[in-house]
């Protein structure tokens, strides 16, 4: 896996497992760095280092700020969806580079890794859940 790839997986489970995401930004709104196939991103960070590093590399006094995952989900992506932005995940190096996604496309990796009924949401947790459901599922199969 890429670098960027395990930072987005990254991103995803720190994400689930704190409940908040992170981003610079100030009363005129977030840096949204043109892409050179000219689509904007909106960066978000999974930990508050990620998003003071941000904030240090654009400068400009920029403050880091938190919000729920709950909020991010309900609010802020689909009216990123609406002005037509991509998210970017946890960028990182010199000129704060990485993955970007569709907000869908965010909301879907999300989801796959929500299990709401589930107090131990680690990954080894998640395959013991799947493991047992899967069993349950084919005793549940068998015929007679």
């Not at 654009?58 to 403050?63: D, R």
Request: proline share 6%.
């Amino acid at each position: 896996m890429s670098q960027s790839g395990s930072q987005a997986a990254a991103f995803f489970r720190d994400a689930r497992l704190s409940g908040v995401v992170w981003l610079v930004r100030d009363d005129e709104g977030s840096p949204a760095p043109l892409s050179a196939d000219g689509t904007r991103s909106l960066p978000y960070c999974s930990t508050s280092a990620r998003a003071q590093r941000a904030a240090e590399i654009w400068g400009h006094g920029l403050p880091v700020e938190t919000m729920s995952l709950d909020a991010w989900r309900d609010r802020d992506l689909p009216d990123a969806a609406r002005e037509g932005y991509m998210i970017g995940i946890d960028w990182s190096g010199l000129r704060l580079v990485g993955w970007s996604f569709t907000p869908m496309e965010v909301l879907n990796r999300l989801a796959v890794g929500d299990w709401p009924t589930a107090p131990d949401n680690t990954e080894r947790s998640r395959r013991q859940r799947m493991s047992a459901h899967l069993r349950v599922k084919r005793a549940s199969c068998v015929r007679a």
